[in-house]
């Protein structure tokens, strides 16, 4: 799944005037205190971390990668269950109390796939990916062909158009062009948002069937050699994946919002929200180069262009293509390994660690990369209990399946268990893909001062400076070209100012969403990567231990740095006196994301009235060519008066509260935190469920199972996260009314987690 992105800071200045105003109130703030922990459990952590490093062993991880993409893994093989027992028997042997939990969730296989070209210059789709010299498990049988699961199944015969990445904005662009989709295939190219978009999007528009390409320019040649040479896609290769409608709900689409037990009511399946009509293919760019070539009509815009060998035309094409999607549609398990270890004082506080397990085919990047690296966690502290350490905190690891077609396995038990999470869970810790370079880390903000301190201290395989250091060079670097992105501009300054690197919020893409956006879980998501070339061979039978061994990560060090980093946040959550969370850091990165609220109405003003005044100049006529018609944009309606000024207030307050908050908790730490077990209990409690406080039960508009009002998947990008999603979606789709009601929902909410963390700056003060 997608590898995370760091996000901006909106004034580097309101960044530094938040610290040094926590710092100023007459309480020394010492940043470089291991946050929650008492001095003198400091030093004991850091042996503890040091010991768990030193079980750590990379060669374990490539034996267990080696075994579990020895096979196809994908839900419903035997190889994935033969894993999950697999990692049973390691974890029980390691000193785990653990089991399976299996669902039984809807999982549609191809029984029949098949793609033609007619009229004069017919062509068959091969549809398949052929093995590859050196590539010892490409000629394996037992992989499922090249599908869109949750796709339709269908028979249907129609001229094919060129939609580009099938995106809103490409459809506007054909309706200015007079190219309609309704009755036709269309053939778009993988990128420029969530996969499930693209038939989504063409299924709305009408059209009867849409097939998905990765054309060479986004992961192929363009991009750097590819395999068996380089690492990227070659001709053959082909991108599988979901196209549920996971903007409606991740999970199994028989079961939203409840876990898919053997008993559990299933709605029918005409009557599952994120079920497509139409049929979907994913294709390689050897099997999409006729269908492109067959094109005519209007050239296709230069952005719309890849790098084919080919005039990019957008269509119709002249000959019909006939497309056949058939499948078995019944239900299959899904295994999820839980593994425990109470804590000896905490016990219902649980820290989680999750990763999937189940690959597209042998998923050696994706996902077993992260999950060995889960694994040699879970055998280091198996050992550490050994020598007789116990967690104060309960920990809680998890093999995900599922997780390819839906996300299904996490979210499917995160719905089972919700009540007891929303109670118990105080952190979930996800990874999945990992490759070589630069940590990535997204996640609750209340976690930003934890994973930088815990990166100052893990040491980058290759450079030898500190993962963090590495990192905030990297920011600098890519920050600093000219044409770079605003947000790295951004955080190029502020890893130039020496400050906390910022973590990126999370959209989905991954297991994290069910305890996220859907039951408020303090989350964080982790991975390296920059530096490995794996994403020409993404959801591909290429995605191979012999791939990985040559591109990903060849010596296993950077899966020794992710169980460091992970391992190092789990045991400083296991074992801390007060939980290391800072909400400082949130109500500091929320002031960004309402400003940016600020800028988004202002720049969505200005490009309204410049559109409207080109319209009244009848630019777009005189700008278009007479001998190709060009017809001008649909006028967008006016803006009217937007009050964020909820907003504003609910977040001006929460900072006064949130510095309130540090200043108590900085006076408890230097004093040695001195708290009953009782006040610890009840204040690690509190401070383990104020994320839920920024979830609404009423949930986002027209999606109730996204109950978190500041993170969410975009309705129209499925991975890139919308942040304060409810105003800033309305905003952007130019629904006013909503975005002005929901700046109010968002205050009132914003209001109740400012009264929480009140109420917790009273339980540490010392006169309570
Ligand atoms: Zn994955």
Known sequence: MPLNKIRPLLTLACMIATCTAAAGSNVTHDDQAMLGFAPANAAT?????????????????????????????????????ANAEFMLKKFREWGWDAHIETFSVLYPTPKKVALELLGPHPFTAMLHEPPIPGDATSDLPGALPPYNVYGGDGDVTAELVYVNQGMPDDYKELARRGIDVRGKIVITRYGGGWRGLKPKL????????????????????????????????????????SVADMQQYPGDPLTPGIGSTPGAK?????????????????????????????????????????????????????????????????????????????GATAPDQWIIRGNHHDGWVFGAWDPLAGNVALLAEAKAIGALVKQGWRPQRTLVYASWDGEEPGLLGSTEWAETHAKELQAKAVLYVNSDTNGRGFLGAG???????????????VTDPETHVSVGERLRAHMMVEGSGKDARPDAKVNAKLAAAGGDLPIEALGSGSDYSAFLEHLGITTLDLGFGGEDDNGGIYHSRYDSFDHYIRFGDPTFEYGVALSK?????????????????????????????????????????????????????????LDADPTRPLAPPARESDVPAIDLAPLDQAAKQLDKSAQAFQAAYARRAAAGFQLSATQQEQINQQMGHMEQALTD?????????????IYAPGMLTGYGVKTVPGVREAIEARRWDEANRYAAITAKVLDGYRAQLDRLTAMLNPSS
């Open 202 to 241: 063409a299924q709305e528009h009408g059209a009867v069937g849409c097939l998905i390409y990765s054309d060479p320019h986004d992961d192929g040649y363009a991009q750097g050699d590819a395999y068996p040479k380089g690492g990227w896609r070659p001709a053959e290769g082909v991108q599988r994946g």
């Open 45 to 81: 952590q850091v042996s503890l971390e040091q010991r768990f490093d030193a079980q750590l062993d990379p060669a374990d991880q490539r034996r267990w990668m080696k075994q579990m993409s020895s096979e196809p893994n994908q839900v419903g093989s035997p190889h994935d269950k």
């Open 697 to 709: 039960a009423a949930g986002l508009p027209g999606r109730p199972w996204f109950k978190h009002f």
């Open 266 to 342: 299933r709605l029918a399946i005409k009557d599952a929200k994120t079920l497509l009509k139409i049929p979907v293919l994913p294709i390689s760019y050897a099997d999409a180069t006729p269908l492109l070539r067959s094109l005519s009509g209007p050239v296709a815009p230069a952005s719309w262009r890849g790098s084919l060998p080919l005039t990019y035309h957008v269509g119709p094409s002249a000959a019909k293509a006939h497309m056949t999607v058939l499948s078995d549609w019944s239900q299959k398990p899904v295994y999820d390994v839980i593994a425990t270890i109470k």
């Open 443 to 457: 996640g609750s903000h209340s976690l930003q001062h934890l994973v930088n301190q815990v990166a100052d201290g």
């Open 565 to 621: 980093v992970a391992g190092h946040i789990v045991l400083r959550m296991a074992d801390a006196n007060l939980l290391p969370l800072r909400f400082g850091d949130f109500s500091n990165t929320l002031d960004r994301y309402v400003g940016e609220l600020h800028q988004l109405v202002d720049s969505t003003r200005k490009a309204t009235a410049q559109q409207h005044r080109l319209l009244d100049m009848h630019a777009y006529a």
